[in-house]
């Protein structure tokens, strides 16, 4: 199967603000255009990860998981950055997951979880790709 397109920023249902996007849909789409992979980015969550992962497998889909998040500009806290974060492997999962977990406890701002500059350097990055 081709990779010709692959849409590496996808909103679901579970980016409560601005997501329509059910994931079945997401996926018989994915699958129906011939697309080899399709990742789910969330906004600041992972809600939806076990769900996409299993209908991409059960398609024939290779599911990439993410997440669209918030990172605190020091400048100005209230012009936050925005980072796609893509996971490369088990590693990268968990250390999202950590991420959006802290973000969501130590940082909220502006009703968002914001990640830190920061915590990159003591989270570290192994298995992410921004």
Not at 44 to 53: D, E, I, P, Q, T
Request: charged share 25%; with cysteine; aromatic share 8%.
């Amino acid at each position: 199967m081709s990779a010709g397109f692959i849409h590496l920023r996808v909103h679901s249902e579970f980016s409560i603000v601005d997501g329509l996007t059910r994931i079945d849909d997401l996926v018989r789409t994915a699958a129906a255009d011939g697309q080899g992979a399709v990742a789910l980015t969330d906004s600041a969550n992972l809600f939806g990860a076990v769900r996409f992962y299993s209908a991409a497998r059960k398609a024939g889909v290779k599911p990439i998981l993410g997440c669209d998040a918030w990172v605190e500009n020091p400048a100005d806290r209230d012009q936050p950055h925005r980072l796609l974060l893509l996971v490369q492997d088990r590693e990268g999962y968990l250390r999202l997951c950590r991420l959006i977990s802290r973000a969501w406890l130590e940082n909220q701002h502006l009703n968002r979880a914001m990640m830190r500059p920061e915590w990159f350097d003591s989270e570290g990055t192994v298995g992410l790709i921004a």
